[in-house]
């Protein structure tokens, strides 16, 4: 479905920001909702952020709210995430994945495609 490209490389210090990208091949992302997992080591894959169709409704966990954006470019078929304010717990492999509501997301896991993951790391 995705390649997951990452913009800012995948070590970074504490503090600082990255942004990822998931840009779909194949697979029209505007007619899915998108979210982003992580899954660091020998811990399951969590939820991070999710983003309707349009872009109007959007999810984020507790460990990344008001640091966190997701959003989307219909038009170039990719969705993005960007955190701030990076802490070592950032660290994780980084997914994005497609599914048809925002619920079967964030609540369901309902996943129809997910994307390569991309490594992350947070330098303390």
């Known amino acids: 479905m995705c390649s997951c490209r990452r913009l800012g490389g995948g070590l970074v210090q504490t503090g600082g920001s990255l942004r990822l990208s998931c840009a779909a091949s194949?697979?029209?992302?505007?007619?899915?909702?998108i979210g982003w997992f992580r899954q660091a080591p020998g811990k399951e894959r969590d939820i991070v952020a999710a983003?309707?169709?349009?872009?109007?409704?959007?999810y984020y966990a507790d460990s990344v709210k008001g640091r966190s954006t997701i959003s989307r470019d219909n038009a170039k078929n990719t969705v993005y995430l960007e955190i701030n304010i990076l802490e070592p717990e950032d660290t994780a492999v980084y997914f994005c994945a497609a599914g048809e509501t925002l619920g079967a997301l964030v609540r369901d896991g309902k996943i129809d495609y997910w994307g390569k993951g991309t490594l992350v790391t947070v330098s303390s």
């Open positions: 194949g697979l029209t992302l505007s007619s899915y909702y």
């Open positions: 983003i309707s169709w349009s872009g109007g409704s959007t």
